[in-house]
């Protein structure tokens, strides 16, 4: 037997002969609905294959020794700038004391509109010219030795910093009066505050606060310069709105459970403290790079703050009952959690579930087909008898 014959014994596909083919009006109609339901689930297999379904995972996080950024937008109604101080520490033992870098300061007026925004970043050239006699030696009123000297106001107040004393609006410091620093104050006493911008922290466990005063760190405390805040004829207080606060780059599905946050009090002695705890996420996006960023849950709590004020009048208010302030305390969780994007399934899954279709929608349209030819046949031949 040639090989050509040998062949078409395994024709699974035999062929009919066209004179022995019957052509049926029910046969048109069943091939017309059978093509219609394949055209109908192959576009259901086509948007089946198009979907992307997000797919979450938990994992441990052992990523160590990170940075991570905090991204906030917090305004204070009834707080003027320039008694308002930023600090981060954590369980390094890093500390940022009024931290100006990637900070914003925007002064608000008492009805709300904004008056001036600067940036807390030194700026040399920015600083005001004082002339001053070359042979000037300022007086650093018993902070220092007699033999050092106190420039500028600031000198004076760093130096007051190092003593652990309340330094105030500077009344009686000649180098203040000179630079015009207590008209400073009273010029601003009725303004508000907006704090916008990035802070760079390790991820351990850690707080940042906003809090009155300038501050500094003594080996058994953390210590801010209250004197101002205490004393002002206008009663200010840590009223705030928190317009942003986020943890690492922004993702349109992280939602942030402080942004939008109103409190409100009429108590200048008053603490609020926001507990967070931060989750790393990663995303995966389909035909993007992953992006790294953290989401986070909050539990607060505020209290009125009762004593604390140290007898002595040159020593600031200090932790013994508090200070006044917004502190956020955030810790670091140990798992990850990985928002993978995937196709609901494969091409080839797409290719094989469109060969179904078109078999099984053909087979079971013959079936119906042929029930229908062999009921119509026996009904004429009982109308024939």
């Known amino acids: 037997m040639p090989p050509r014959r040998r062949l078409t014994t395994f024709d699974a596909f035999s062929k009919t002969v066209e004179d022995a083919r019957v052509r049926t009006t029910s046969g048109g109609v069943v091939t017309i609905v059978a093509s219609v339901v394949i055209f109908l689930l192959m576009i259901s297999e086509w948007v089946d294959y198009r979907t992307i379904v997000n797919r979450p995972e938990l994992i441990v996080d052992k990523n160590r020794g990170e940075r991570m950024s905090i991204n906030l937008n917090i305004t204070f ?5 320039e008694l308002l101080t930023l600090d981060v520490m954590d369980v390094s033992g890093e ?3 009024e931290v100006s870098h990637g900070i914003v300061k925007t ?4 009805t709300g509109q904004i008056i001036a ?7 040399a050239a920015a600083l005001p010219k004082i002339n001053v006699d070359e042979n000037y030696c300022g007086p650093c009123y018993g902070a220092k030795d007699d033999t050092e000297c106190c420039q500028t106001c600031d000198d004076v107040r760093q130096a007051y910093q190092t003593k652990g004393w309340a330094f105030g609006d ?10 015009n620093y207590p008209a400073k104050i009273e010029a601003v006493k009725h303004e508000g505050c907006n704090v916008a911008g990035k802070l760079s922290v390790n991820k351990v466990v850690g707080n940042f606060h906003f809090a009155p005063g300038k501050s500094f760190t003594s080996p058994q405390m953390h210590v801010h310069d209250l004197d101002i805040y205490t004393s002002s004829d206008v009663v200010h207080t840590f009223t705030h709105d928190i317009h942003h606060l986020s943890f690492g780059p922004l993702h349109p599905s ?6 939008g946050t109103k409190k409100t009090t009429d108590e200048r002695n008053f603490n609020y403290m926001y507990f967070m705890k931060v989750v790393s996420t990663r995303f995966e996006r389909i ?3 992953p992006l790294e960023t953290n989401q986070y849950s909050v539990t607060s709590h505020e209290r009125p703050i009762r004593g604390g004020r140290d007898e002595d009048h040159k020593h600031s208010m200090h932790a013994r009952g508090g200070i006044p302030g917004v502190f956020f305390s955030y810790d670091i969780s140990p798992m990850k959690v990985i ?17 179904a279709v078109v078999g099984g929608v053909l087979a079971v349209a013959a079936v119906i087909d042929k029930g229908v030819w062999e009921a119509d046949k026996a009904l004429s031949r009982k109308k024939a008898v």
């Open 77 to 81: 109604s009834r707080l003027p700038c």
């Open 95 to 97: 500390q940022q004391t």
């Open 107 to 110: 002064r608000i007026s008492p």
């Open 117 to 123: 925004a600067e940036s807390l970043e030194p700026n």
């Open 170 to 179: 500077g009344h009686g410091v000649e180098q203040c009066q000179r630079e």
């Open 254 to 259: 992280i939602h942030n459970p402080l942004d």
């Open 287 to 289: 035909g993007e790079a």
């Open 339 to 355: 928002n993978r994007e995937e196709r609901s399934k494969s091409f080839g899954s797409f290719l094989i579930g469109v060969c």
